[in-house]
């Protein structure tokens, strides 16, 4: 089992920057690949960016690929999302999750509770 739990989120205005921190304890967190989600009111959960194992790969979805970074450090098996640019319609809970490196919810065997992003226009 994977315990996940994330911080950092909050309210911002528009153009600010947040970063969020996804904390990983229980089974070694270190490989897996872990990514990042969003969920806003009323729609599904959307894939935001993943990043594998070693650090060496990345990927972001097109809605935030030039304005988020997804980076982790795995001595502090800590996986963490740099959010800058912010637009109102990023405004979601946002969720890490680990297990195989890719875009579907489905990839992926544990999940945080959420941490909520509110950008205010």
């Known amino acids: 089992q994977v315990q996940l739990v994330e911080s950092g989120g909050g309210l911002v205005q528009a153009g600010g920057s947040l970063r969020l921190s996804c904390a990983a304890s229980?089974?070694?967190?270190?490989?897996?690949?872990m990514g990042w989600f969003r969920q806003a009111p009323g729609k599904e959960r959307e894939f935001v960016a993943v990043?594998?194992?070693?650090?060496?790969?990345?990927y972001y979805a097109d809605s935030v690929k030039g304005r988020f970074t997804i980076s982790r450090d795995n001595a502090k098996n800590t996986v963490y999302l740099q959010l800058n640019s912010l637009k109102p319609e990023d405004t979601a809970v946002y969720y890490c999750?680990?297990?195989?490196?890719?875009?579907?919810?489905?990839?992926?065997?544990?999940w945080g509770q959420g941490t909520q992003v509110t950008v205010s226009s």
């Open positions: 999750a680990a297990g195989s490196y890719g875009s579907n919810i489905y990839d992926y065997d544990y």
């Open positions: 229980g089974r070694t967190g270190s490989t897996y690949d």
């Open positions: 990043i594998s194992w070693s650090g060496a790969s990345t």
